[in-house]
Nanobody, 127 residues
């Protein structure tokens, strides 16, 4: 069974940067599309970004386009989310999730298509 563990969260000032990591075990990561999601207090969980199995296709929520970058290193079984120019509204628990796919070059942001989830890491953007 695929297991995912997020790390890299913390407290950062507005305008700062953080890099989140999602480390996989149990199965090789390159069989899975990986998505990042977040849930702010009092709000529903929302999609942030996703990356295809081969890393060639990425997608971003409009709220993070141009500020966040998703990448993956299948040899290290790890996916990253580089977050720049952070804003207070980025404050949330961030989750990575894995969804199996037969195709190398697609990714999706629908939460229901992801069967494996990490425990989350807290990101707080505040001065």
């Amino acid at each position: 069974q695929l297991q995912l563990v997020e790390s890299g969260g913390g407290l950062v000032q507005p305008g700062g940067s953080l890099t989140l990591s999602c480390a996989a075990s149990g199965f090789t990561l390159d069989n899975y599309i990986i998505g990042w999601f977040r849930q702010a207090p009092g709000k529903e969980r929302e999609g942030v970004s996703c990356i295809s199995r081969n890393g060639g296709i990425t997608n971003y929520a409009d709220s993070v386009k141009g500020r966040f970058t998703i990448s993956r290193d299948n040899a290290k079984n790890t996916v990253y989310l580089q977050m720049n120019t952070l804003k207070p509204e980025d404050t949330a628990i961030y989750y990575c999730a894995g969804g199996p796919s037969l195709f190398q070059t697609i990714c999706f942001m629908q939460q229901a298509r992801y069967g494996y989830w990490g425990q989350g890491t807290q990101v707080t953007v505040s001065s």
